[in-house]
């Protein structure tokens, strides 16, 4: 098969178009044939070498695919089925898992993270991990949804405890998960305002943010309670990290929950714990979801109530190009690879 894969970190032109093993049958895995496969900014912390877990060499990216089953496995989705993927991978008998709370196993994986992932012609996944998709929904649409719907529909719904009139200010909401979340929060009758740099704001705002403040504004805190009669915010949903931790806590009403998920901007972080107790804040972390919570958001997504944004769809071969793209915050959604043999 044809892959786009890096065999050392570095900046984007290290990773490569080129001929590698395809996937071999194993009872309890698919094989699927990809047609989409969106990125997201773990694969440029892969490519980048700034993780902390060695990934394996050569390395195939790709957490979000969609594509048509090849290869059954022995289970029930048949070949030929049409698929999205969960992107979470678990071992499925720790009491995490027996649980149903897999997001939480102790040997928690992300496809294309320790495995080989969709940037390829070809991807095994375990059976548990195959969401069959309507013939009405499109690869490249299916293949951006699972990672980022799940992220913001855990963060909102598991963490958060969103509920109906709540105030939800989403950081970054031009990026996969800001996007998405967004659209989960109105969706549960939230009243919701974004940040966004000021290129991104009006489509920001069309994704349903009743307003959009400069994301590198110094007084988004400050805008937050002008709008809401000095309440603030019931929940900030924060995935930036360091440039706007500050704001995003200042931000909070009394009461208020900030539910983190990412740092791409630094991982260092402080607060005043008078703030905190006094105000009675909650700061939450978040990670992935449960393979029931993906399930569940995508009967919204299937019914059209959630739609992920397309930014771009590229070539495989253009994979490079595509994280040079990410890398420079140039997009608004999701970039999606298509390989040659995908429609």
Not at 216 to 244: C, N, P, Q
Not at 254 to 267: D, I
Not at 304 to 310: E, M, N
């Amino acid at each position: 098969m044809k892959a786009a894969r890096f065999h050392q970190h570095g900046p984007p032109d290290v990773i490569k178009y080129e001929d590698a093993p395809d996937p071999s049958p194993q009872p309890g895995r698919a094989i699927v044939r990809v047609h989409a496969c969106a990125l997201n900014h773990l694969d440029l912390w892969q490519r980048r070498g700034l993780d902390r877990i060695r990934i394996p060499f050569p390395h195939i990216s790709g957490a979000d695919v969609a594509g048509v089953v090849v290869d059954a496995g022995g289970g029930d989705v048949k070949t030929g089925t049409r698929v999205m993927l969960q992107p979470g991978i678990n071992c499925g008998s720790c009491d995490a898992c027996k649980q149903g709370a897999d997001n939480y196993c102790t040997e928690y994986d992300v496809l294309g993270y320790r495995s080989d992932g969709g940037y390829a012609e070809l991807v095994s996944v375990p059976l548990e991990n195959l969401i069959p998709i309507p013939d009405h929904v499109g690869f490249v649409e299916a293949s951006a949804f699972p990672l980022t719907f799940l992220t913001a529909w855990h963060m909102l719904v598991a963490r958060g405890r969103v509920r109906a009139g709540d105030v939800v200010l989403v950081l970054a909401g031009g990026s996969g998960v800001g996007q998405a979340a967004i659209q989960v929060a109105r969706l549960l009758g939230a009243r919701v305002f974004a940040t966004s740099a000021p290129a991104k704001a009006e489509r920001t705002r069309a994704l349903g943010a009743e307003e959009v403040f400069d994301h590198y504004s110094v007084e988004f805190d400050k805008d937050m309670r002008r709008l809401t009669g000095g309440r603030g915010a019931d929940i900030v949903i924060e995935h930036v990290g360091e440039a706007t931790w500050d704001r995003s806590v200042r931000t909070l009403a009394r009461g208020g929950r900030l539910v983190t998920c990412g740092a791409t901007t630094g991982h260092q972080a402080g607060i005043d714990l008078r703030h905190l107790f006094a105000r009675q804040l909650s700061l939450v972390g978040s990670y992935m979801g449960t393979k029931a919570e993906l399930r569940e958001a995508a009967v919204h997504f299937f019914a059209g109530r959630l739609a992920p944004v397309i930014d771009e769809v590229v070539p495989l071969a253009d994979a490079a190009a595509a994280h040079a793209r990410l890398e420079a915050k140039a997009q608004f959604g999701k970039i999606v690879l298509t390989p040659a043999t995908g429609t």
